[in-house]
């Protein structure tokens, strides 16, 4: 009884704020709507795609339509800040004043990047985090579209973008509330034609991005409820996806879960998870939802470990009990049947283990001090000791 009074006391004093893209447009067929969206913003746009950018040729084919310009810029792998450069000069030269980007989490991020560099003086390294100056945006982004093509990232509705420095060998995120899309549009149609390897990778990233949120310190009520539709949504229909891409129900679930764990994730923090993805994707040539899936089981297996010991009254613990409920679907399910449910998907999904991306145990010390300095540990819902952030590392080689 005592356990919910102060429960009690602490939703009385908890204050949150919400801030997502101005605009979420959702739906199959969703893409047929960025014509006449595009013209209202600018007459002419910087069209930032993947490595393939013929896959961008409906989207470039509506926007002539309707009278808007495009310019095609490729994003062949995750972006660096030598992309960014690259794109706001191309950007600059065509005199877009409308960034799209039509992608994967890369692509997306690359734009999101760009259109905010279109608007602000000075260069990249002034505003990056960690490798930076670390300033404040000043203004907001030019005008920016994010069409995301997996189910995953939930970079359409985030104010931040992942960027990779080659020289300094780590990810480190350019971030600022004006950095948010002005429109997302949502397609769950674009994202039928997936590999089986990419839906795999990309999907436990929106369910790690979902979990991380939801048992995060930072967690909210407005959050939670996204969190337990998306984990729930998930649960039920990621391995059907990865059976069967052109399944319309679970693609459409797992493209409701990717932008609900955005929006999680952009107003409630993430984790240990994302901790470590950001060093290990600097350092080696790794996925970042495949390295996110491989750490999931041994970040929650670690997390409750720590909570029992520390912390065994913490409401984190009860979060985790409510994560397992969601995702095996027995009201009687322990917190450690949920760890061990989310370590069977991840094998099912045939999702290699880092060893495989060129991790060694020598490499652990190095990984957990650049990790202990990310933004996404501070949101843990425990500070976890440097060897309990090896024995992550090593569990998952």
């Known amino acids: 009884m005592a356990g919910s009074h102060i429960l009690a006391r602490l939703l ?53 339509k309707h009278g808007v310009d495009a310019s095609a810029f490729p994003v062949p792998g995750e972006p660096e800040l030598e992309t960014v450069q690259r794109g706001v000069a191309l950007a600059k030269k065509e005199n877009c004043g409308l960034v799209i980007s039509f992608g994967g989490g ?13 608007a602000n003086a000075g260069e990249l390294l002034d505003y990056l985090e960690v490798i930076g100056r670390g300033k404040a945006l000043a203004k907001p982004s030019a005008p920016f579209i994010a069409i995301p093509t997996t189910a995953g990232t939930g970079s359409e509705v985030t104010r931040n973008a992942v960027l990779a420095s080659p020289e300094h060998r780590i990810k480190v995120s350019l971030r600022s509330p004006f950095m948010l899309p002005k429109v997302a549009v949502v397609d769950p149609e674009l994202t039928y034609d997936l590999p089986p390897a990419i839906t795999a990778s990309t999907g436990l990233d929106a369910l790690t991005q ?42 459409f679930d797992m493209a409701v879960a990717s932008l609900f764990g955005g929006l999680a994730l952009a107003n409630a923090g993430l984790g240990a998870v994302h901790g ?31 909570l029992r010991e520390r912390q ?12 397992a409920r969601l995702v095996t679907g027995s009201a009687s399910a322990t917190a450690e049947a ?23 145990r020598e490499h652990t010390a190095g990984l957990v001090e650049k990790s202990s300095q990310a933004s996404s540990m501070k949101a843990n819902p425990i500070t976890l000791t440097s060897e309990e952030l090896a024995g992550i590392l090593e569990c998952a080689l």
């Open 12 to 64: 009385l004093n908890m204050r949150f704020e919400f801030a997502t893209a101005t605009r979420i447009v959702f739906g199959a067929g969703a893409l047929r709507e960025v014509g006449p969206l595009a013209r209202e913003l600018a007459p002419r746009a910087l069209v930032v795609t993947g490595a393939s950018p013929g896959r961008a040729e409906p989207l470039l084919a509506l926007l002539r």
């Open 106 to 118: 890369s692509a997306l991020d690359a734009g999101k990047a760009i259109a905010a560099m279109l």
């Open 210 to 251: 979902l979990i991380e949120p939801y048992v995060s310190s930072r967690a909210n009520p407005m959050t939670d409820a996204l969190c337990v539709e998306g984990i729930r949504r998930a649960a039920q229909s990621l391995r059907a996806a990865f059976a069967d891409g052109r399944n319309a129900a679970a693609r």
């Open 276 to 306: 470590f993805a950001g060093p290990i994707g600097g350092q080696f040539p790794a996925p970042h939802g495949a390295v996110c899936a491989a750490l999931l089981p041994h970040v929650m297996e670690a997390n409750l470990r720590a």
């Open 312 to 323: 065994p009254a913490a409401q984190a613990l009860q979060r985790y009990e409510e994560v």
């Open 338 to 360: 949920g760890v061990e449910w989310v370590r069977k998907l991840v094998a099912d999904l045939k999702i290699p283990s880092l060893g495989h991306y060129g991790l060694k």
